[in-house]
């Protein structure tokens, strides 16, 4: 197989590094995910990734906390998951570094585009952690920011479905999976598949994305790899 793209941006969600368990850290789903990471990393491919916080903490969790505080704490929650990842990653041989959007110089770097580009160059997966760095943006907005900042070929976002449908499909049978979207039926038929403010940063930018179904055998490579008919293409 034959990578189609040079540099990528792929979107995990925290709850996918969880599994059947919903919380916490599933270290057989990391070790299926960090395999895949290398493999197209192997191939020529610059990785970037950004990692959601939800199997740690997901927006109030039912209470009456404010809202700026409980983001900054889901910040932190993707810190975790970065860290994680990123020594599985090198336990595999391959260099990384994490980058936040906030300072934990102890931690990680702070984010800086020149660097990051500079890891890219060196052969290593770079790790943008701390979302945006700001409350009331989600991760997908910043793995969209990201993307668009690294010039990435194509915002990877893999999802516990294997694409974008009309309706529900755990709960519509019927319901019909789309090939392919634009970013404007996105934001007009609204679509709750990505943030809105992510769509439109792509759309913007001209920064493509694949929503994918993570759970899929091998499918980060299939998906760098350009396969046709996995997951649903967004497009300008």
Not at 98 to 116: C, G, H, N, V, Y
Not at 154 to 172: C, E, F, H, Q, R
Request: glycine share 10%; with cysteine.
């Amino acid at each position: 197989m034959q990578p189609k793209y040079k540099r990528v941006l792929l979107k995990l969600s925290g709850e996918a590094l969880a599994g059947d368990q919903h919380f916490g850290l599933n270290h057989e789903v990391i070790a299926g995910v960090v395999e895949q990471i290398v493999e197209i990393h192997n191939m020529g491919v610059e990785v970037g990734l950004v990692i959601g916080g939800g199997n740690f903490w997901r927006g109030r969790q039912g209470t009456n906390m404010d809202r700026t505080t409980a983001d900054h704490m889901g910040m932190l929650a993707t810190v975790m998951n970065s860290l994680a990842m990123m020594d599985a990653i090198e336990q595999r041989g391959v260099p990384v570094r994490i980058q936040t959007a906030l300072d934990m110089i102890s931690l990680a770097e702070p984010f800086i585009l020149r660097k990051a580009l500079r890891h890219f160059e060196m052969g290593r997966i770079v790790i943008f952690a701390c979302g945006t760095g700001n409350p009331y943006c989600s991760t997908d907005t910043a793995a969209a920011l990201r993307a668009c900042e690294i010039d990435a070929d194509m915002l990877l976002m893999a999802k516990n479905v294997d694409g974008i449908y009309d309706s529900d499909p755990k709960t519509n049978p019927f319901a019909k999976k789309y090939e392919s979207l634009k970013y404007a039926d996105i934001l007009n038929r609204g679509l709750k598949v990505i943030d809105f403010t992510a769509a439109t940063m792509c759309m913007e930018n001209n920064v493509p994305t694949l929503a994918f179904g993570l759970n899929e055998e091998n499918a980060i490579v299939r998906a760098v790899c350009g396969e046709e008919g996995l997951g649903t293409i967004i497009s300008v």
